[in-house]
Structures are given as structure tokens and as C-alpha cells.
């Protein structure tokens, strides 16, 4: 543990959103290593106003050793800037998610942070749905996507009361039984907005 936050060096970048607001981004990079640049893993999770805060992990540890560089997508939807930024990615202003993270992964590239070809998206559970629902819009920007346990049918999921999760479920993403928010939820639900 000691020895991995003496090897890694951990910067703050800041990318403009769609709307203006600035983004962070938490880099992190293995100071040690000698492996050439592999490409590099930006994450997110951009839901219930949890936080994506890099931490101790054995995985990163080892991908950080291998050559890779791991960037953090701060986006609208958790709560790294307070209760404001959190809300700012539910519910209706869900999409602002989706946008804060292809701005972080443009930047990432503009700022030759990243290489074109090199760029690996990263995003489980409801990160999954920020993720997929970019690479929807933008598929060109990244070279491999992982969706881990991805939530990328949206649409058939809120609409499924049974299911333990779905009521609790309406503060973050809505109640598509309203015909508000079913459009509005379509819009970007990744399964439903697979293109060729």
C-alpha cells in the first residue's frame, strides 16, 4: 500500500463540458514504470451521488505497473462538488453525464494526455450506462469499451416495478410510467439507441 502511493503520481485536470462547466479529472500514473504508455483507462460512475476517488486496488495496481494510466471522470450525477453536481446528473439533466464524460475523454486526447487509438472506457453498474450511452454518440473516440455489469436497458428496467431496485430507482433516473420521463429516458438509454 505504502510503496503504491510512493510510485504513483496523481494529478487534477479540469475539461469543459458541453454546457461550460468545467469537469474534473483525476490522473493517475505509475511514476516507476518503464513499460511504454499502453493506453489509457478512463473511468466513471456518475450515479446516486457516489464518488470515483481513486483509491488502493490491487487490479489498477497491477494495470499502473503494466504501463497503463487510469483517469477518473468526475461527471455530473456524483457528488464530488456537493449535493448541486449530484443533481445535476439525475433525472432529467441525466444526459449532462453522458456529455461531462465524452468532454473528459476529448480533452484527454486534445491535451495529448491520451493517444487517438489508445483511449479504453471504463464503467460498471450505473457507470456502465454513462459509458455505453458516450460511446453510442462518440464510438469513433474510443479503441475498447469495458461495460462491467453494465445498466444499459434503462427503459425496460424502470418500467419493471417488480424488480427490488426499480421504485428506489425513480429519484435517480425517474418513473418512465410518466410520459415525460419515458421519452426523455429513451433518449439515452443505451440498449435502444444502438446505431450501425
Not at 510503496?3 to 468545467?22: C, E, F, Q
Not at 460512475?45 to 489498477?60: K, L, N, Q
Not at 489508445?118 to 469495458?146: D, H, M, Q, R, W
Amino acid at each position: 500500500n505504502e510503496n503504491w502511493y510512493a510510485y504513483t503520481l496523481v494529478k487534477r485536470h479540469w475539461a469543459k463540458s458541453h454546457d461550460g462547466l468545467k469537469i474534473p479529472i483525476t490522473l493517475v500514473k505509475n511514476r516507476a514504470s518503464t513499460v511504454m504508455n499502453r493506453g489509457l483507462i478512463l473511468k466513471t460512475y456518475g450515479a446516486y451521488g457516489a464518488m470515483t476517488c481513486p483509491s488502493f486496488d490491487a487490479r489498477e495496481a497491477i494495470l499502473l505497473q503494466e504501463g497503463y494510466t487510469i483517469a477518473y471522470a468526475h461527471v455530473r450525477g456524483e457528488s464530488i462538488l456537493g449535493t448541486n453536481w449530484y443533481k445535476q446528473g439525475r433525472v432529467f439533466n441525466k444526459k449532462n453525464s453522458h456529455l461531462d464524460y465524452l468532454s473528459c475523454a476529448k480533452y484527454l486526447i486534445e491535451k495529448e494526455i491520451a493517444k487517438p487509438g489508445f483511449l479504453i472506457g471504463y464503467g460498471n453498474s450505473a457507470g456502465g450506462l454513462v459509458v455505453a450511452a458516450a460511446i453510442n454518440k462518440n464510438p469513433e473516440i474510443f479503441n475498447t469499451v469495458i461495460l462491467d455489469h453494465a445498466f444499459v436497458d434503462v427503459v425496460n428496467t424502470m418500467m419493471d416495478d417488480t424488480k427490488p431496485l426499480t421504485i428506489d430507482d425513480y429519484k435517480e433516473y425517474g418513473n418512465p410510467n410518466q410520459k415525460e420521463v419515458y421519452d426523455y429516458m429513451l433518449e439515452y438509454s443505451p440498449y435502444q439507441n444502438i446505431a450501425p
